[in-house]
Nanobody, 128 residues
Framework: EVQLVESGGGLVQAGGSLRLSCAAA????????IAWFRQAPGKDREAVAC????????YYKRSGKGRFTISADNAKHMVYLQMNTLRPGDEGVYYC?????????????????????WGQGTQVTVSS
């Protein structure tokens, strides 16, 4: 069974940091791209970052560039999202997702593919 499980969310003050984790199981990890998305209340889900696990290539949405870092531990089948200098606008439910490709960077921004497998999400709350 393909499974993605997020953890690491919580409450943090603006300017603080969190590290989210995504544990993957049930598929060949190195064959997939893993992305982080987030959804704020009343807003559409948006991509945050993506990593291609075979070569470590990374893609970032402009809003998180310079503050967020996505990384993977292929041996542990884990993907992480280190989030620094958090802002109230970063608040939402963060999901990891898996599919064959991240998609594209265009004009310095990340445009994701359609992702087929999703985790259940982890809540990030940023207090101002």
């Amino acid at each position: 069974e393909v499974q993605l499980v997020e953890s690491g969310g919580g409450l943090v003050q603006a300017g603080g940091s969190l590290r989210l984790s995504c544990a993957a199981a049930g598929f060949t990890f190195d064959d997939y791209a893993i992305a982080w998305f987030r959804q704020a209340p009343g807003k559409d889900r948006e991509a945050v970052a993506c990593i291609t696990t075979d070569d470590g290539g990374t893609y970032y949405k402009r809003s998180g560039k310079g503050r967020f870092t996505i990384s993977a531990d292929n041996a542990k089948h884990m993907v992480y999202l280190q989030m620094n200098t958090l802002r109230p606008g970063d608040e939402g439910v963060y999901y990891c997702a898996a599919d064959r490709r991240c998609s594209v960077m265009y004009n310095g921004d990340y445009y994701p593919a359609e992702f087929s497998t999703w985790g259940q999400g982890t809540q990030v709350t940023v207090s101002s």
